[in-house]
């Protein structure tokens, strides 16, 4: 490890781990290393901006600086007192502490976080006379502390508010799905940008964007308003710049249509202003439609990925509505890839058809599948007889 490069964490969902270690590995990571919703790599600076540009499957970029055995509560604030703080943050600056524990000796997260925090600030109080607020939306230092049993990492956060929140999206009353599930589930599916794409219950357009930026290879985090990292003493804007024009010049032309449909108007939209704010218009359009009464256009492959309404957040008759869409599938889209994600294991069964793939994914809290039904391409008649 040169002496430039240094450890990092990347946070990301359940299942989503060989997805960010291959992004990481393209990316040019080093020392590639799945955890459970982790991959740790090693990188130097330009890549630590690098990374929390382009990941599209991380939910946030850590940067342990410390590790120990804690055997109590004063063991916790001597060994944070004893960190060299002032390198890191202004006596007058602003710092918020979060805390992850899983630990028989520590129990409550919020009780370690305030122990962290009164021992950075006790720490320049000591050294400076100043000391530094607590600021939780915008601070000059995101400061992170796990514990596991008894080993305790402290780490800077990279990234700040959450990777999802991209900077394209308006605020919405749809239930949307985050852009980092968003952006995996189309990875998962294996799109490449070698065919047409569709969501056809597209909601505000997350799908249909994530799966924009990928087949143009546009870096997901280019229109966030801030990172953590900007606020760092050692915050260096032209090479940040430097980075970012770089990854620019690897974008790529898209010869083939993405298209959205959703039969609330409202969506419809929601979705118009996401993509339009993503500056994508070029390359999706959005029709409002109901999926059942629609058959594919053309011949040509068809790769589709949807998060269709579910029970848990919308009354719908759940055994129509899947049937439906194995109906629509089968007699309307033929030579298509269709997947769509579910927690509604039991609807599954309405669909009518045999999933080729199922991959276990979890929607928030939800765990769900994601399945993938092949439809053929040429005669409709003949494929299905039962």
């Known amino acids: 490890m040169s002496h430039n490069n240094f450890k990092m964490v990347a946070k990301t969902l359940f299942g989503f781990e060989d997805l960010l270690a291959d992004e990481l590995l393209k990316l040019g990571a080093q020392d590639i290393e799945k955890g459970v919703r982790s991959v740790s790599f090693v990188g130097d600076k330009g890549f630590m901006y690098k990374s929390n540009l382009a990941l599209r499957t991380a939910i946030k970029i850590l940067k342990p600086i410390k590790s120990f055995w804690v055997k109590n509560e004063d063991d916790l604030y001597n060994q944070i007192h004893k960190i060299k703080w002032e390198d890191y943050l202004k006596p007058t600056g602003t710092l918020a502490v979060d805390a992850t524990v899983h630990s028989q000796t520590f129990t409550h997260s919020k009780?370690?976080?305030?122990?962290?925090?009164?021992?950075?600030?006790?720490?320049?109080?000591?050294?400076s006379g100043d000391r530094p607020n607590v600021d939780l939306r915008f601070p000059d230092l995101k400061v992170n502390v796990h514990?596991?049993?008894?080993?305790?990492?402290?780490?800077?956060?990279?990234?700040?508010?959450?990777?999802?929140?991209?900077?394209?999206?308006?605020?919405?009353n749809i239930a949307p799905i985050s852009e980092v599930l968003a952006a995996g589930l189309v990875l998962l599916s294996g799109w490449d940008g070698q065919s047409d794409f569709m969501d056809p219950m597209c909601g505000s357009g997350t799908l249909l964007i994530e799966a924009a930026m990928i087949a143009c290879n546009i870096p997901p985090n280019l229109m966030r308003k801030e990172f953590a990292f900007e606020r760092w003493q050692d915050w260096d804007v032209e090479l940040f710049e430097t980075i970012e024009?770089?990854?620019?010049?690897?974008?790529?032309?898209?010869?083939?249509?993405?298209?959205?449909y959703d039969k609330a108007p409202s969506a419809v939209r929601k979705a118009k202003q996401n993509v339009a704010n993503a500056h994508l218009d070029a390359f999706i359009s959005i029709k409002h439609d109901d999926f059942f009464k629609t058959e594919k256009i053309g011949e040509e492959k068809l790769h589709m990925v949807f998060n269709?309404?579910?029970?848990?957040?919308?009354?719908?008759?759940?055994?129509?509505?899947?049937?439906?869409?194995?109906?629509?599938?089968?007699?309307?889209?033929?030579?298509?890839?269709?997947?769509?994600?579910?927690?509604?294991l039991e609807a599954l069964k309405h669909v009518g058809l045999r999933p080729s793939r199922k991959i276990k994914v979890f929607n928030g809290k939800l765990e769900s599948r994601l399945v993938k039904y092949e439809m053929y391409a040429g005669s409709k008649k003949g494929k299905y007889m039962e």
């Open 308 to 344: 269709p309404p579910y029970g848990e957040r919308l009354e719908i008759d759940m055994e129509n509505f899947y049937k439906s869409i194995g109906d629509t599938l089968k007699q309307g889209y033929s030579n298509t890839d269709a997947w769509f994600i579910t927690s509604n």
């Open 245 to 260: 024009e770089s990854l620019l010049k690897k974008t790529r032309d898209f010869h083939y249509k993405i298209i959205g």
């Open 147 to 172: 514990i596991d049993r008894n080993q305790c990492t402290i780490s800077l956060d990279t990234s700040g508010e959450s990777l999802h929140r991209r900077g394209y999206k308006t605020d919405t």
């Open 111 to 127: 009780f370690v976080a305030l122990k962290t925090k009164d021992a950075i600030v006790d720490r320049f109080r000591e050294i």
